[in-house]
């Protein structure tokens, strides 16, 4: 009898492993009777939501009989003129991950085109590509785990199609000064969509020579910019990113998204948090204090800690670190394991409160003083 379940799926979805999000505390407590966990795995904001954010969402349902408008033009007209565009500049995607998506769908050619970017970047930039049937090419990085410009221009060919270019990077935390993202432009051929993933953009401010691509688009006009309300916004849950780009990549993008992609309430709580600079900037205190706090406490450990311009520090455990995220768990304090990145010995921590993070630092000092 022929299983009609053989070929079902085309090799490159039948090979495709799907990404994997970080353990949610319901999970861990299901799994392991688990109470009182903390999540340090997804890059979530400890400080909570934009207080304005869910006043307008919660004013939002009221009118959720109705569909959204499909083309987000309160929110694109707040994202304009937060980001010195015309509106016609911006696409409103589900998180910045539907952009991504969208940037290969609608710009590659399976089979033909085919898409670069450095190792130990985002996951999801190989997984789309996969998905799309689209070649990719990783190409390898400095020992420092920063971003070797000379191996990155040298794989673009006449095939690229796409570059993507996380700043900065996650899972690393390291991000490209101007001068090197300029080094990089210069050398693009002008037929390449650079794509530059800025979720972690508000918290790099003030890094040493961080600077947006935005300022960049004059010099390369295909490159698309994409930022997130997840992180520092604190609004992850409600799935609202968007892109900056030239109009006529925004326009071919937008042939292709779906009309309702992002909710009203979603598109009302990103158009408030917008301007909840008061949020804003508490949440990058707490993040500079907690990166201070563990970076001190790390430092006392037999660990090596990536330096990081985001809200994450990766840290290098000099073995494998399955078993210790595995006794991390049984403790209570979940963090991120990196093997299918190709970071078998590294873990990704969040920085959380001042609270959390002490109970990472004391789980994890008392896990390696027992030679785990």
Not at 15 to 38: C, F, M, S, T
Not at 90 to 95: A, E, L, M, R, T
Not at 171 to 179: N, V
């Amino acid at each position: 009898m022929i299983d009609p379940f053989t070929g079902l799926a085309p090799a490159n979805i039948e090979a495709l492993v799907p990404y994997e999000p970080g353990k949610p505390v319901e999970e861990l407590e299901r799994e392991l009777g688990v109470h009182d966990a903390i999540k340090l795995a997804s890059n979530e904001n400890p400080v909570g939501p934009s207080p304005l954010g869910v006043a307008a969402a919660q004013a939002a349902l009221a009118g959720v009989n109705r569909y959204p408008d499909g083309a987000s033009f309160r929110l694109r007209a707040a994202l304009a003129e937060h980001v010195g565009v015309p509106a016609n500049h911006i696409i409103v995607g589900s998180g910045s991950s539907e952009l991504i998506d969208l940037a290969v769908r609608v710009f590659c050619r399976a089979g033909e085109d085919e898409v670069v970017t450095h190792r130990y970047a985002f996951l999801s930039y190989k997984l789309v590509s996969q998905a799309h049937a689209v070649a990719f090419r990783e190409v390898d990085v400095a020992p420092d785990l920063s971003v070797d410009v000379e191996a990155l221009c040298a794989a673009i060919g006449p095939r690229t199609k796409v570059v993507f270019l996380p700043n900065p990077n996650n899972p690393t935390g390291r991000h490209l000064d101007r001068a090197v993202l300029g080094r990089i432009i210069d050398r693009l051929p002008p037929r390449v969509l650079l794509v530059v993933d800025e979720a972690y953009f508000e918290y790099a401010e003030g890094a040493p020579g961080y600077e947006s691509a935005l300022g960049f688009r004059e010099r390369h006009p295909l490159l698309l910019c994409l930022r997130t309300f997840s992180k520092i916004y604190g609004l992850a849950a409600l799935r609202v990113g968007y892109g900056v780009a030239d109009p006529r990549v925004v326009g071919y993008m937008n042939r292709v998204r779906p009309v309702f992609n992002v909710s009203t309430v979603g598109q009302e709580a990103a158009r408030a948090a917008l301007a909840d600079t008061a949020h804003v900037e508490r949440s990058r205190r707490v993040n500079a204090e907690g990166l201070e706090q563990l970076r001190a406490g790390l430092a006392a450990l037999p660990v090596r800690v990536i330096p990081t311009a985001a809200n994450f520090i990766l840290v290098d455990l000099g073995r494998d670190a399955e078993p210790i995220y595995q006794r991390l768990l049984r403790t209570g304090v979940i963090v991120r394991p990196l093997r299918p990145q190709g970071l078998a010995e590294h873990v990704r921590v969040t920085v959380g409160t001042r609270a959390e993070n002490e109970r990472l630092l004391a789980a994890l000092t008392e896990i390696l003083g027992a030679g785990a």
